[in-house]
């Protein structure tokens, strides 16, 4: 990790600490017993700051380029307790999603329902997590102009990630593999809503209504809708980091990635079986049929056989050229505004290089 980017981190990371104080002071005024505070507070600490914290740096980093300098303290630590907001929201979506999905281990530790004497309180304990961003927007922003924007965008994007979820959940079973329901635009919308929504567009429209972005202005003699055009950018940036994770999946040995596990053994719809479901001969789709989904290494090691014989490799390699040049071209055709409240192609250019070409 480079010094600019640990520092920016121990930054965040800072702002935490405190924000999970405010928490907490808040559970003890509403006169919870001792045991209550303390196993709020396992919860916060277990769940919520592990992580990359892409997402939440996204937040302050996107304010930061809308300002075009350095945020002081005030306007950082707001951005900040967004960020954290959708670390929050990242961490009840992880919560419930580990019980659903009989996960065993996150973030190297065992999944919170499974930690010693927790096991489905974690339900409950995860719709606090989500609880605690709304008393965090009420604390920090009731007086602003950018509140209700703020409200409306975090109850829409955790609508759409449960649609995604939903359409997981009955498209890949892990007990009753049903390849039949898979397809390519199944996929596309599991990853849109699923993960691009709240991964992608969430932090930099946050920022965006945190800055003053308004909802339309002029530039270059044209009129710019800067959400519609954020969304625009970022859902299909959000598309391709999801493939290049699937691909990843099916290239790199999970104990690079850090998994245990993989797409194929687990019967995710993934957009690598997609690919060779649409390409396989007969023969090529009895073998997906019979070996998919399979708690089995040779199994295993029979799919990833076929997708190497019908190409997802080049069919990959040609999908990141094609969805890179497109990507540029439309950050590109952003008119350049003058002023805090006008788009930036540095946000969008920003999330590209992190994702292009990645390995991991």
């Given at each position: 990790m480079s010094s600019d980017k640990a520092a920016k981190r121990a930054r965040f990371e800072g702002a935490w600490a405190r924000i999970r104080e405010e928490l907490v002071a808040h559970v003890v005024s509403e006169g919870m017993p001792a045991e209550a505070v303390e196993w709020y507070g396992k919860n916060l600490d277990y769940n919520v700051p592990g992580g990359k914290l892409n997402r939440g740096m996204s937040v302050t980093d996107?304010?930061?380029?809308?300002?075009?300098?350095?945020?002081?303290?005030?306007?950082?630590?707001?951005?900040?307790?967004?960020?954290?907001?959708?670390?929050?929201?990242?961490?009840?979506?992880?919560?419930?999603?580990?019980?659903?999905?009989?996960?065993?281990?996150?973030?190297g530790q065992p999944c919170w329902y499974r930690a010693p004497g927790v096991g489905m309180i974690a339900i409950n304990d995860s719709f606090?997590?989500?609880?605690?961003?709304?008393?965090?927007?009420?604390?920090?922003?009731?007086?602003d102009a950018c509140y209700v924007d703020l409200l409306e965008l975090?109850?829409?994007?955790?609508?759409?990630?449960?649609l995604g979820q939903l359409i997981d959940l009955i498209t890949a079973d892990e007990v009753h593999v049903e390849l039949d329901k898979f397809s390519l635009e199944k996929h596309r919308l599991i990853v849109i809503y699923k993960t691009a929504y709240y991964s992608f567009y969430l932090p930099v429209a946050l920022?965006?209504?945190?800055?003053?972005?308004?909802?339309?202005?002029?530039?270059?003699?044209?009129?710019?809708?800067?959400?519609?055009?954020?969304?625009?950018?970022?859902?299909?940036?959000?598309?391709?980091?999801?493939?290049?994770?699937?691909?990843?999946?099916?290239?790199v040995p999970p104990e690079q990635l850090g998994k245990i596990g993989t797409d194929i053994v687990?019967?995710?719809?993934?957009?690598?079986?997609?690919?060779?479901?649409?390409?396989?001969?007969?023969?090529?789709?009895?073998?997906?049929?019979?070996?998919?989904?399979?708690?089995?290494?040779?199994?295993?090691?029979?799919?990833?056989?076929?997708?190497?014989?019908?190409?997802?490799?080049?069919?990959y390699a040609a999908y990141e050229a094609e969805v890179y040049a497109r990507l540029?071209?439309?950050?590109?055709?952003?008119?350049?505004?003058?002023?805090?409240?006008?788009?930036?192609?540095?946000?969008f250019t920003s999330f590209l290089k992190k994702i292009y070409k990645r390995q991991k």
């Open positions: 996107t304010a930061e380029i809308l300002k075009g300098a350095p945020l002081d303290d005030a306007e950082y630590y707001k951005a900040a307790v967004l960020g954290w907001g959708v670390e929050l929201l990242q961490a009840f979506f992880l919560v419930s999603d580990d019980i659903m999905d009989s996960s065993i281990t996150r973030r606090m997590l989500e609880a605690a961003i709304y008393f965090l927007l009420k604390k920090h922003f009731r007086g975090f109850h829409e994007t955790t609508h759409q990630t449960e920022a965006m209504y945190q800055s003053g972005v308004p909802a339309s202005y002029t530039a270059s003699g044209k009129t710019i809708e800067p959400y519609k055009t954020a969304l625009s950018i970022l859902l299909p940036l959000g598309e391709y980091f999801q493939i290049q994770d699937d691909f990843l999946d099916f290239s687990d019967n995710k719809c993934s957009w690598c079986v997609n690919i060779a479901l649409a390409a396989c001969t007969p023969a090529q789709r009895a073998v997906l049929d019979a070996n998919y989904g399979r708690k089995d290494a040779e199994a295993e090691a029979r799919v990833k056989a076929v997708f190497e014989e019908v190409g997802v490799r080049e069919k540029v071209a439309m950050i590109e055709a952003i008119p350049e505004g003058e002023g805090r409240g006008t788009l930036r192609r540095e946000i």
